[in-house]
C-alpha cells in the first residue's frame, strides 16, 4: 500500500496552480511537490494537512491509500 | 536568444577586454620566455614593461573573476534546477581567479632561477594555466551573454525553498571531489614516475586538494549567507533533508568499506604516504555523498 493523491487533479481544479505556486504556499520547494505527485516521495502528516488544507478538501479527498502496481515508481 | 540588456553587453565586453589582456600576455609570455636566458644577467627594459603589463592583466583578470563569481552566484539560485552551468561557472571562475596566485609563483621562481637553473618546466605550467584561464574568460563571456542578473543580490535571503541552490551545491561539491580525487591520483603517479621530484609531492598534492575544496567552501559560505535568517531546520525541506539523511547512511556505510580497502591497500603496498588513502578517502565519501543526493533529486519526464 502506498499512499497516492489527487494533487495534481486538485491544482488544475483550483485555477490551474502550479507546482511552484503550491510549493510556496506550503513552504516547500518545487521538486517536493512533483515527488509527491509522482509518488516517489511520501509527505509528512503536517506537510500532509498543510497541502489539503491549500485546497480546503478534507484530507482524504486529496490523498489515499493505494495498492501498488507493478512498474509504478515507489 | 533574447536581446541582451546593457549591463550584459558591459559585462561582455570587459570580458572581451580581459581575453585581449589574456592574448597580451601569451604574446608578452612567448617574448620573454625567448628573451629571459642564463646569460642575461639583468632583465630588459623590454621585459620589465612586458611585466607591469602582466600585471595589469592579471589585475583586470582578477576584477572580471569577482564580478563573474557575484553572477554565476545569483544564476545559481534564478536558472532552473538541474542545470549545471552555473555550478561550472562558479568551479571556473574560482579556480581561474585563484590561479593568478600560481602565475605569480611561478613568474617570480621564473625570475629567481633562470640564472641557474632550467626554468622550462615552469613556463610549461605558466602556459598552461593561461590557457586555462583562457577557456574560462570565454566561458564565463558565454555564461554573461545567456543570462543577465539585473536586480538580483548575492546576499537577498530567499523567500522560499530553493530546488536550485540545494541542486547547485551539491553539483559543486561533486565537481570538487572529482577534481580533489584527480589531483590525488595525478599527483601519485606523477611522484612515481619522477622519484626526484617525489620530496615535492606531498606538498603538491595539499595545495591541489585545498584548490579543489576551494569550490565547495564558495558555495557552502553561499548556501550558509542566503539561509543566515533561517533556523537550520528550515534550510532545506521534509524531502531535502530525508535525501541527505539518506545520502548520510550511504557515505557512512561506503566510508566503512573505503577505510577497510585503504588498510588492506597499505598493508599490500607499504610504500603509499598513507595522506594519499586519507585524502582519497575523503574527496571519495563527498563524492558518494553529493553524487547520491543528486540522483535522489533528478526529474525523470
Redesign the interface.
Known sequence: MILGNNLRRLRFENGEMSQQDL??LV??????I??IE?LK?T??AS?ALKIANVFKCPFDKVFFFKTKTIGEDE | MNEMTSRQIKLVIFGGVTLLCFVYVAVAFAIIKNQLVPSLAEPTLLINYLSYGIMIAFVVFGVYCLLMLRDALIQIVQIR?GIIYPSLLVVLTVLGGVAILADITLLSDIGKEYLQFDVAGEWKMLFGIWAFQTVTIIFQIVMSCCHDVAGNKLTEKLQ????SL?VSTFQVMLISSILGLISIFTTFFWANRLPELSKYATGLMIVLCILSVLPAAVIICHLIIRNRRRGFNDWF????W?NLSKGGMVTVITGVCFLILSIIVSQLASGIDPGYLLLTVLFAEIGVFSAFVLSR?R??D
Not at chain 1, 27 to 32: N, Y
Not at chain 2, 160 to 163: G, L, P, R
Not at chain 2, 237 to 240: A, Y
Open positions: 510549493a510556496d513552504g516547500v520547494s518545487r521538486m517536493t512533483y515527488s509522482k516521495y509527505p509528512s506537510l | 534546477s522560499h525553498m530553493s530546488d540545494y525541506d521534509e524531502r531535502q530525508d533529486n526529474i525523470d
